[in-house]
């Protein structure tokens, strides 16, 4: 009999839970083909350290931007190869809850259903991730209390009001964590004359990026090409220097957080100001995020347990429901 499995398909990450079994796989939302053959050659991390590192006929590719997929074909394989490796086949086809950005349109919700119905899905039900992440996070969303969730991740940042199981506001952009990254990229390129991949973007954000000052900064040395004379070269960041090319995307994920308070109703308003707000997706691991939202909000606001796992955790636990007519699936 088929394992039913909730997937959470991000921009940078996806994560398998099976039912049963909890959370299976975790890797990194890349695959690796080859132009020439058309041959999966490698998905997941082993995809991911190939990116920017490989020869001309070799792609190591994300299949999804923005939350949205923009390789129909590379997506629907990649969600085959994930329903093999939890030890789906023809035989055994699984129902499936997948997690989506409450920011994509219809005609890209019918195309994550039509990917994985044809990768080998019985059938499949899509949940919003900020109402997923707060199941996950364990909020009371069925009593009528205000519970707030902002949900970072790779290509989106989404807001929910979230009481009595239904989103009373909700505010997504189309700005994460890559953005953050390419905000990076064109600073160093703009006032260092230095190119430097995704990747080196993405170290430098963790290793010394911040949204607000933190304790303990330090620089770092960042190596990349000059742009002049196409030789390898190395210059130091600084911390503050970092924090100003990431600035403009930060704005944006605050704003649209309070934009969605705004719209929240009074009573509604006192609970996020008792409760707080709740952190989840790997952008809002970024040092100084919470301080900085907690600031210009002026309400508590935390990370959730695991805030990398809450969303397909969330989606797991409503793999329970997944044939009651009162489910919060989309349509």
């Excluded at 994920?253 to 719209?263: K, N, P, T, W």
């Excluded at 997706?281 to 040092?287: A, E, I, T």
Aim: charged content about 20%; overall charge negative; glycine content about 10%.
């Amino acid at each position: 009999m088929a394992r039913d499995l909730a997937i959470d398909l991000g921009t940078a990450n996806t994560l398998v839970y099976a039912r049963g079994q909890g959370i299976i796989l975790n890797e990194p939302t890349v695959i690796a083909l080859n132009k020439e053959t058309n041959e999966v050659l490698a998905m997941g991390r082993e995809a991911w350290n190939m990116i920017g590192r490989t020869p001309a006929h070799i792609v190591a590719a994300r299949p999804l931007r923005k939350g949205a997929i923009t390789d129909f074909e590379v997506t629907q394989r990649m969600i085959r190869l994930l329903l093999m490796n939890a030890g789906v086949n023809r035989f055994s086809r699984p129902k499936v809850v997948i997690c989506v950005p409450s920011a994509i349109t219809a005609v890209e919700r019918r195309a994550v259903v039509e990917a994985a119905r044809r990768a080998g899905a019985a059938e499949t039900r899509l949940i919003e991730q900020p109402l997923a992440a707060a199941i996950g996070a364990e909020l009371p969303i069925h009593e009528p209390m205000g519970n707030m969730v902002v949900d970072i991740g790779g290509g989106t940042s989404e807001t929910a009001l979230i009481s009595m199981g239904g989103v009373i506001s909700l505010k997504a952009i189309r700005v994460g964590s890559f953005d953050i990254d390419a905000a990076i990229q064109t600073f160093v390129r703009r006032e260092f004359g230095i190119a430097i991949g995704e990747r080196t973007a993405e170290e430098v954000k963790i290793t010394v990026g911040s949204a607000a000052f933190t304790p303990g900064e330090c620089s770092a040395e960042v190596r990349g090409r000059n742009l002049m004379n196409g030789l390898p070269e190395t210059i130091v960041l600084s911390p503050y220097e970092v924090r100003t090319a990431i600035g403009e995307a930060i704005s944006s994920i605050v704003d649209s957080v309070l934009s969605c308070l705004m719209e929240a109703p009074p009573e509604l308003s006192q609970d996020i100001i008792t409760h707080g707000i709740h952190m989840v997706g790997g952008g809002s691991l970024l040092r100084g995020l919470c301080e900085r939202l907690s600031q210009a909000a002026e309400v508590p606001v935390g990370l959730v347990d695991a805030p990398l796992e809450a969303v397909v955790m969330g989606a797991g636990r409503c793999l329970e429901s997944f044939d009651d007519v009162q489910t919060m699936f989309m349509e």
